[in-house]
């Protein structure tokens, strides 16, 4: 029977594609030094878990489809106190950013559609995107320029009678790259100019490693009808498994899009919500030994990784990928071989393969994205194991 | 700036539509019994909160896109019960029905496709249909006839190139009405001959009021590639706050379809998964009294709604939803009459208007959908004011 061709476009998670080909290697003895996945190993604050401990209402019901207030004035606090006031009615709660990212698409995009995206980008952004059935134009960057897009001309280029929308992840899934306030006052004078919503993924704003303060595109006055931010709990509180995210504009037409999806879907977890509004009482100061850890971890993976001859990678500014070109012809192959004819000691590295981080095809062949949540002697030793494979590979 | 075309052709809830004239009723010092809410009072199993206060784990990981395993099982020992082996790749743990619901339609509608529903049916069936591009397709019923539409011709008659699925609610809300096991196997062979997917909306599987077996779909042998169940613990077991539902099917290319929207959004929340895990492990006599007490307040509804004169509705075999004709020109206006100009001792009453239950323009006009969730004394005063509005109404 028939699919909905929509969905056909769609691919699967390129983090999990070679999970089976992983499994077998497990299986024969390989130890994988997992640099694909995402999942951080920093400790959920156990306000978290007290806050479900201490809930005493019996009947776990439904919450607003628009979110519990508890929530919704902790989320302003927090935006409060990085200079964006906000009200209730410019909040969602959604079900993690990722369905912030589904509404935010819904609303907004119709079949033959574009919105400019800058790649490489987060490759879940396809399908959201294909699923309201409109298609990325991508602004195209590279290794060599750090990945670098806010410059005006190169923007415009990709803005036509189509586009609706542009989409900026910052700080940068997988690039790492960190706009300067400038460049985001760039971004969004580029969507004013051209009556486009603009769509900040700001999932990542406490990581940021140079002393920059805190920024939001919430911040700048002037945009309340083009800002729509994408903001998650899970990252910032490593509390992923709590699938609480938020959808935040001042643009009432589009929150009352956004609304229609909300009560189609009538609610978000209600334990989550409790437990998140939680985090947000947190002393401010709590980011400063996770963002201390995550430097130390990017400096580690750094040092070693670019001193693998033939390498290209920028130091990445912020969230917690390296995007790295490899001195290989085609990271697929290269990781094929990694988990099937490849070893050091009994140990091999995984990380997602370049390729599904871009739109225009051939793009990223040769380049990968490694996450650096693991502990510094797990990145080093995987450096290590990087280094001897990639001399190995290449002398085959 | 422009928003979504499909997203224009969806409403808000019609069951909050008139919210806002009810908050300025009750300032004015109105009682008002709410017909029109589906949060049940029944308290959620202690096994629910005993789970979350157990948890261990300091941090709160990303469950697998597809589901936890705990869960699965849980659910699995469920089904095998009622005479339904499953396998873990057969359920999808969603956020809620309601996404599980989403998850369908994106999966096999296309822009142009049609699915055939009967109306009256719950509202938000649209907007997941209407954002995947597709349109509803009515089987229309009628209070007359107690809402039956497993009739093949009637069923048939609404089939054309275009159609992909058929979605039957059972038992039925806004409806209650309940198949009979031949007529969901009426239904299951038209759905197969015709090369169509039926998704089944199962939710209520437990709210059956005449001794009926528990009931689903599942259970039938050789309809593997076209049946879809949806199913959720928010009825169930009183946790409509858990957000946890289930898209189920033994459709492979449609599992692989729904599994690229499960790895967009990449998980469902961690402690509401173990938590429900938890309540599939209650007794199996658990549910036996939140069903005498249902039948119950069915039972008292009915009582007095069938007294007041000029009054259609037949007795709902499950859920917890009446549907009825009211001798008024237009349930709209006497809703908005009853908030507005009405009162009896300072009481009042709301229901959701039959409109939005229908596809088919001006139809429902004069018909309410009335929850029974409130207690027996409630709903038997809320009937009282019922009769009382409607006398005074017609003689204005």
Same mark, same amino acid.
């Given at each position: ?80 106190? %990085?200079?964006? +006031?906000?009200? =209730? ?10 369905? *912030? &990212? /589904? ?95 603009? %769509?900040?993924? +700001?999932?990542? =704003? ?10 939001? *595109? &919430? /911040? ?177």
């Amino acid at each position: 029977m028939k699919l909905s061709s929509k969905m056909e476009r769609c691919g699967l998670s390129p983090m999990r594609k070679f999970n089976g080909e992983a499994a077998k290697a497990v299986e024969r003895g390989l130890k994988i030094y997992h640099l694909n996945i995402v999942q951080p190993d920093i400790l959920t604050p156990p306000a978290y878990f007290e806050a479900l401990r201490e809930h005493a209402q019996p009947v776990l019901a439904y919450s607003p489809s628009g979110g519990l207030p508890v929530l919704l004035d902790a989320v302003r606090k927090y935006y409060a106190h %990085i200079g964006a +006031e906000l009200s =209730r009615a410019e909040i969602l709660p959604t079900n993690g950013g990722s369905e *912030a &990212l /589904q509404m935010a698409m819904a609303s907004i995009l119709d079949d033959g559609d574009e919105i400019v995206i800058p790649e490489p980008f987060y490759p879940n952004y396809h399908t959201s995107v294909t699923l309201a059935g409109a298609s990325i134009r991508p602004l195209t960057t590279c290794p060599e320029e750090g990945y670098r897009y806010a410059v005006r001309e190169r923007v415009e280029a990709c803005i036509n009678e189509r586009t609706r929308a542009i989409l900026i992840t910052n700080p940068g899934n997988p690039t790492g790259a960190v706009l300067k306030p400038e460049e985001l006052k760039l971004m969004l004078d580029i969507a004013k100019e051209h009556g486009l919503f603009i %769509i900040c993924d +700001e999932v990542y =704003r406490e990581f940021v490693y140079a002393g920059e303060p805190l920024i939001s *595109a &919430l /911040q700048f006055e002037g945009y309340e009808d083009n800002v729509i931010v994408i903001d998650s709990v899970s990252k910032r509180f490593s509390a992923c498994g709590a699938r609480i995210g938020m959808l935040i504009s001042r643009n009432k037409a589009f929150m009352g899009a956004a609304m229609k999806w909300c009560q189609c879907r009538l609610a978000v977890s209600t334990m989550d919500q409790i437990a998140s509004a939680a985090l947000y009482d947190l002393d401010e100061h709590y980011f400063d030994a996770t963002r201390a850890e995550y430097k130390r971890r990017r400096d580690t993976l750094l040092g070693k990784l670019r001193q693998i001859p033939g390498v290209v990678c920028e130091e990445p500014k912020g969230a917690f990928y390296v995007m790295a070109a490899l001195p290989v012809d085609d990271a697929d192959a290269f990781q094929h071989w990694l988990l099937n004819e490849f070893d050091d000691n009994g140990d091999t590295v995984m990380f997602a393969c370049g390729e599904p981080f871009y739109a225009t095809p051939g793009k990223g062949k040769n380049e990968v994205r490694m996450a650096y949540v693991l502990k510094e002697e797990d990145l080093s030793r995987a450096m290590d194991i990087l280094a001897v494979a990639i001399e190995r590979y290449n002398k085959r």
